[in-house]
């Protein structure tokens, strides 16, 4: 008798257990990637505050590794919407530093508890992005990678943006941009209001 009760409770445990596992699959397979508005960033920052950031688990390459940094700004652009923050954001910081003259960054929480930052490399200069993550989500950051890929690559459209970028290698300052199914990177003069507060750039 006791072995008759077992059997389907054990049939019951078995597929309630399953069921469970493949909701967490399916979530593993597919985050949700919400990005970080410019006016959050504060809030964003104060709710990870605490953690330990790395790039592992994400340079694992893919196929957006591969593409133009000044292409996959206009992918981004595409999906997320304007970045949640540029160089003008950080350029009069008090403790402003020459490797943070990014051209753009985008920040973002994935399924509403990860943190992930992505910046570009060397601005249109260069193929890829720079990538960021909590190290406690090491073991997912792979699979959310992909689904960022996949993302970015399943745009059809590109859509428009225009940055600065100031280059401290070349020392020189761009204009760069997508626009009527054209990207370009216009050498310029220092933008007006794009001074550092403690650094002098040379703008030769």
Known sequence: MLKKLFIPIFVLFFLSAGKTFAQNYSSFKAPTIKKVSHANRKKFKKRFANYKWTGQ?????????????AELRARLQKVFGNPTQKVGDLIHKHNFRPAEYIEFEYWFVVNDSIPMMVLDVDGPFSKGLTYV?????????????????????????????????????????????????????????????????SIYVNNN
């Open 57 to 69: 688990g994400l340079y694992k390459k893919t196929t957006i590794d591969h593409v133009p940094t």
């Open 133 to 197: 993550g909590a190290s406690r989500y090491i073991d997912l950051m792979p699979g959310i990678k992909r689904t960022f890929s996949k993302k970015l690559m399943s745009v059809k459209k590109l859509a428009p943006y225009s940055d600065y970028f100031y280059s401290p290698e070349r020392k020189k300052w761009y204009l760069v941009k997508y626009k009527n199914g054209k990207f370009s990177h216009k050498r310029i003069k220092q933008p007006k209001g794009m001074v550092p507060h």
